[in-house]
């Protein structure tokens, strides 16, 4: 057996927001959510999966998005990459979904809560081990939960799980495992068997069971997503070299700079002998705008005063 992975959009779409996902979703949200508990007993697929041609990176575009047996709706999404403002546009989407549930004439008691589940393929918190983490407004002294927690976030980090195949122990083991190394498998493990729910969602992702067409749109997918990761990857590498290449300029223009005050100093040390702490660290301070000024200037100097009033009137 091969197994996609559910870390692309067309993958995650399929195994968790097609018409016959229902009952795998409910598990899934189950463990990421409630720890495992069974909290969730039903839930409306919004968006269902559609077999269409997008394969480019997603804006606010959300992977899929179902309403709970209790009004709340979940919106979940798959990011890959920690891109610029993406904590920001997580928090706009939290918004925009609470707030698009109000219609005209309706008013603020329609308004039900709505969760945010992202997966990340990269460490979002680096200050803490935890593998999912959960962000709710609340009192900052006393951690009195606002209105019950009508808006929550929850983040998985992908990287952060590091348990193997024969260590996992609890549905929510089970689940991330799952996202993170579906592919690495070449059967259904027996410990994903105990989960019916789970075994369901390895069959979807057996790739024998994909439409020449899926395949298709899963081949454009990976390999759009391979060229953006070449991408990133590239501008990471130019970015170093240039950092490179401007840290060695820096360092010939300071050995230029130290190479002419060296020789500026000799010059004014056999006109007025040795300079005085003051003096030599007004010379110190010199920007190369300055030296050149001075070397002129030296010729001008009739006495050490005039050369120290030279170095107070051109300090920075």
């Not at 219609?103 to 990340?120: H, M, R």
């Not at 002294?141 to 927690?149: A, G, I, K």
């Not at 259904?188 to 994909?210: V, Y």
Request: net charge negative.
């Amino acid at each position: 057996m091969k197994f996609i992975s559910p870390k692309t959009d067309f993958a995650f779409n399929k195994i968790f927001g097609s018409d016959q996902s229902k009952d795998i979703l409910i598990s899934f949200l189950n463990a990421m959510i409630y720890s495992g508990n069974s909290v969730i007993q039903d839930l409306e697929i919004i968006d269902p999966y559609s077999a269409g041609d997008v394969v480019d990176l997603k804006d606010t575009y959300l992977d899929v998005k179902a309403v709970l047996d209790d009004k709340t709706t979940v919106i979940i999404e798959m990011q890959l990459w920690n891109v610029e403002a993406f904590e920001k546009r997580v928090v706009y989407n939290l918004c925009k979904t609470y707030g698009n549930q109000l219609k005209s004439g309706q008013g603020y008691f329609d308004l039900n809560p709505v969760i945010a589940l992202t997966i990340t393929d990269f460490k979002l918190f680096p200050s803490t081990d935890k593998v999912i983490s959960s962000f709710y407004f609340q009192e900052e002294e006393d951690h009195l939960p606002y209105q019950e927690n009508e808006l929550k976030m929850v983040f998985v980090e992908l990287p952060k799980f590091t348990k193997q195949l024969e260590e996992l122990e609890s549905v929510v083991d089970k689940w991330i495992y799952f996202i993170k190394e579906a592919p690495s498998l070449e059967i259904i493990p027996d410990q994903m068997r105990e989960i019916p729910q789970l075994e369901q969602a390895l069959t979807i992702a057996n790739q024998a069971g994909l439409s020449v067409e899926e395949l298709e749109k899963l081949h454009k997918q990976e390999m759009f997503l391979e060229d953006w990761r070449g991408a990133l990857s590239l501008a990471k590498r130019e970015g170093q070299e240039e950092g490179r290449q401007e840290a060695r300029q820096k360092a010939r223009q300071k050995a230029i700079l130290e190479g002419e005050r060296s020789l500026l100093l000799r010059q004014l040390e056999r006109r007025f002998g040795k300079l005085t702490s003051n003096e030599n660290a007004l010379l110190e301070a010199l920007n190369s705008q300055d030296l050149e000024p001075l070397s002129e200037a030296i010729w001008d100097f009739n006495t050490s005063e005039d050369l120290l009033n030279w170095l107070q009137e051109h300090s920075h």
